[in-house]
């Protein structure tokens, strides 16, 4: 249900004046400022460094003050000081990204922000011109990821099929012609 209703507010956004849909953005981020700032150590630790608070927040030009958290200070930092207060990492799902820069680089998130998420790639697929009932492929790097299907997909919506990116081509052509998508969705490395 969270998808739907956060797809509703993604599909109604494209119809709004730029001024309010800034608006909405610049108060989405102090939101997401304000809540780093008093619920995740790391940033309450990082911003009380450089004297600043959500508060100084006040004007998009502002955010130029704030530091730039880069992919190794995230790494070094142990995880309890990256979690927010009242949110159990055993709770979480985990994802990580390729390690394609590198070392690949463990996301936790709650099971609801799946959703939204999710919601996200439904709200580009229909601007790409895709429709609930079309097909799409998937290749994907990651074996436990295979078998994940979206809330979305479990309604028919965007039905999709997973390919393990690092099979055989000839497996790969062999699902795309018994499956015949209407879309291709993978790491540009992987397509090309």
């Not at 229909?126 to 479990?154: C, D, F, M, N």
Request: glycine fraction near 4%.
């Amino acid at each position: 249900m969270r998808g739907l209703v956060s797809l509703a507010r993604l599909l109604r956004n494209q119809w709004r004046r730029r001024e309010e849909l800034e608006r909405r953005q610049f108060e989405a981020l102090r939101n997401i400022v304000r809540h780093a700032y008093t619920t995740v150590p790391f940033y309450r630790d990082l911003y009380d460094s450089r004297n600043l608070s959500p508060n100084d927040l006040e004007e998009p030009d502002d955010l130029r003050r704030f530091p730039i958290v880069t992919r190794e200070q995230i790494q070094s930092t142990p995880q309890d000081r990256l979690v927010a207060k009242g949110v159990d990492p055993a709770s979480c799902l985990r994802s990580r990204t390729s390690g394609s820069t590198g070392v690949p680089l463990e996301i936790l998130f709650r099971p609801g922000d799946r959703a939204a998420f999710n919601t996200s790639f439904l709200r580009v697929y229909t601007a790409w011109g895709l429709r609930p009932w079309h097909r799409i492929v998937t290749l994907q790097a990651r074996p436990e990821r295979l078998g994940k299907r979206s809330w979305y997909q479990h309604l028919g919506i965007f039905r999709t099929r997973v390919l393990f990116s690092r099979d055989d081509p000839a497996r790969w052509i062999e699902a795309l012609r018994r499956w015949r998508p209407h879309m291709i969705h993978g790491y540009s490395l992987t397509l090309k």
